[in-house]
């Protein structure tokens, strides 16, 4: 009886507590939002600024003037010093006449001269012949903004030029890697990361659906699946260069045989021999992004109504055929947008591919999965710890390529995901 009366006392203090209760006046509440909303606005404010303060310093060291000086001036080979106004033919004639035997048959091997482009003979003459060098590189901000005084300072070199260049052209994109930045491309680079991206997009998207797909409709309640649950948490946290090491021990070293191509027949030297290859590369970063992939798909299964997965099973569908055909379709959009997120970061890493094996210099261009490479953010690193400005203006050149790939590869998977939702919807 005690109990009773002591329960309802409880809960008559509690109803007169919430009679009691008053919310606070309106204009405080107002004023309250209004100071909400302010920050907010500073704060997007704030991430809109400091996007364009990266995007300008990258512009800015991309495009701009440089100061060239010569062993033989231009004049020598045209009256109005215009090396690119040559005709094609005197080009290779230059050449010929100013290279060594050697070098010139070594440059027509890789590619014939008949067959190079304007550009890049022009490059070949001001590098090889005309022995150009780089005094000064100036950035687009002084270019635009102090070009006289440029210019007066051009004027107290003799025999040098100051050129309006762009660091982003179709010979760097399509050049190697060189210690001379005039000559020095990104090609191999390029192929690199490509080739990376693609073999982690290959090995984590169906693994990290899959894993996911279990553990939240085939697995169990248990105290195994919480313990999974949380290294899984635990997992997307982990440093990226843990999983460097990791995959060190386990692709470069354990499976040795498959990363290094031996056991398929592909061996092509000591280099790739070691296991240090753009599958070892691209099998580290997939166990990077692995545990984000299944936690995005998991909040996204989780996601889908109740109702959908009974309606399903009340017309006699399989557990398969609800996940096949109705739950993934409902939570496609979500999966790809983690999926899209998690390549993202990949394509940005730097410190586990170096652990793994990636080269900072080479000249080469991978040609197989089984090849020796180098990524776009590895060649970033390695022109940004140069103290030469003109090796810091083939970084931000670097950069604004590797944004490009980046959009673009994004752009193309949103494209892919909204044609499979429009698909889906239609159904």
């Known amino acids: 009886m005690e109990r009773i009366t002591s329960h309802s006392s409880k809960h008559s203090e509690d109803i ?26 500073i704060a997007l404010y704030c991430t809109i600024s400091f996007l364009f303060i990266l995007a300008g310093s990258i512009i800015n060291n991309a495009f701009g003037y440089v100061l060239f000086t ?18 094609h033919a005197k080009k290779i004639a230059i050449l010929k006449e100013n290279l060594r035997e050697r070098v010139y048959i070594t440059l027509d091997r890789k590619k014939p001269m008949e067959k190079r482009s304007s550009q890049d003979l022009s490059a070949i003459i001001f590098s090889r012949v005309l022995k150009a060098s780089v005094l000064e590189a100036y950035s687009l901000f002084e270019s ?33 890697q060189s210690t ?17 991206i693609l ?76 296991g240090r290859t753009i599958l070892s590369a ?22 889908v109504p109740t109702y959908i997965k009974q309606a399903s099973y009340g017309l006699g569908a399989t557990k398969w055929q609800t996940v096949w055909h109705h739950i993934i379709p409902y939570c496609i959009g979500r999966i790809l947008t983690g999926t899209i997120l998690s390549v993202s970061r990949a394509i940005g890493e730097t410190a586990p591919l170096v652990v793994v094996g990636a080269s900072t210099f080479l000249t080469i261009v991978p ?10 953010p590895i060649q970033i690193y390695q022109w940004s710890a140069r103290p030469q400005q003109e090796f810091q203006n083939l970084a ?32």
């Open 70 to 87: 010569y062993e033989i001036h231009p004049t020598e080979f045209s009256q109005g010093g215009e090396i690119n106004e040559l005709s």
């Open 16 to 41: 007169n507590k919430a009679l009691q209760w008053q919310p606070k006046p309106l204009r405080t509440r107002k004023r309250n939002e209004t100071i909400m909303r302010t920050l907010m606005l």
């Open 144 to 176: 635009l903004f102090q070009r006289g005084q440029l210019i007066e300072n051009a004027l107290t070199y003799p025999n040098a030029d100051l050129i309006f260049r762009s660091w982003i052209s179709p010979r760097f994109i399509r050049g190697e």
């Open 367 to 376: 040609n197989s999965i089984f090849s020796k490479y180098t990524t776009l």
């Open 199 to 274: 073999v982690t997009i290959l090995f984590s998207f169906p693994l990290g659906i899959g894993t996911a797909v279990y553990l939240c409709e085939y697995m169990p309640r248990s105290r195994w699946k919480n313990l999974l649950q949380i290294n899984i948490y635990n997992l997307s946290g982990v440093p990226s260069i843990i999983y460097g090491l990791l995959g060190l021990v386990v692709f470069v070293r354990v499976f040795l045989p498959i990363t290094s191509g031996q056991l398929f027949g592909f061996t092509s030297g000591a280099a790739t021999d070691s």
């Open 282 to 303: 691209g099998l580290t970063l997939t166990l990077l992004i692995l545990p984000v992939i299944v936690i995005n798909t998991q909040e996204a299964i989780l996601s």
């Open 180 to 196: 001379n930045p005039l000559e020095s491309g990104i090609w191999g680079a390029i192929t690199g990361s490509v080739g990376v």
């Open 396 to 427: 931000a050149g670097a950069i604004l390529v590797l944004l490009t790939i980046m959009l673009t590869l994004n752009f193309i998977a949103i494209m892919y995901r909204k044609r499979v939702q429009k698909k889906l919807a239609r159904l």
